[in-house]
């Protein structure tokens, strides 16, 4: 069975800095595509980043230059480290395999105050 679990988001100050964790079980976590989504309130959930078995990694346009996505293949984890936060992105963020995702975590709630 597959599982994800989202840790380190929180309260913080617009221009502030976060880093995210995902700890995956239940997949073989080196052959799989990982990504980090989020949804708002009243949004839809978006894609907003995700890297490839082979390290190709991609950005939304709105996270580009401030949000960088990696993986500890030995630790089955991929993090998400966000810089430069701005109120708009208050969401609550999940991950889960890429392209197709399998399953998702409960995810963890980032608020940025202005």
């Known amino acids: 069975q597959v599982q994800l679990v989202e840790s380190g988001g929180g309260l913080v100050q617009a221009g502030g800095s976060l880093r995210l964790s995902c700890a995956a079980s239940?997949?073989?976590?080196?052959?799989?595509?990982m990504a980090w989504y989020r949804q708002a309130p009243g949004n839809r959930r978006e894609l907003v980043a995700w890297?490839?078995?082979?390290?190709?990694?991609n950005y939304a346009d709105s996270v580009k230059g401030r949000f960088t996505i990696s993986r500890d293949n030995a630790k089955n984890t991929v993090y998400l480290q966000m810089n430069n936060l701005k109120p708009e992105d208050t969401a609550v963020y999940y991950c889960?395999?890429?392209?197709?995702?399998?399953?998702w975590g409960q995810g963890t709630q980032v608020t940025v105050s202005s």
């Open positions: 889960t395999t890429y392209p197709n995702p399998v399953s």
């Open positions: 890297v490839t078995p082979g390290g190709t990694i």
């Open positions: 239940g997949i073989i976590f080196g052959l799989k595509g």
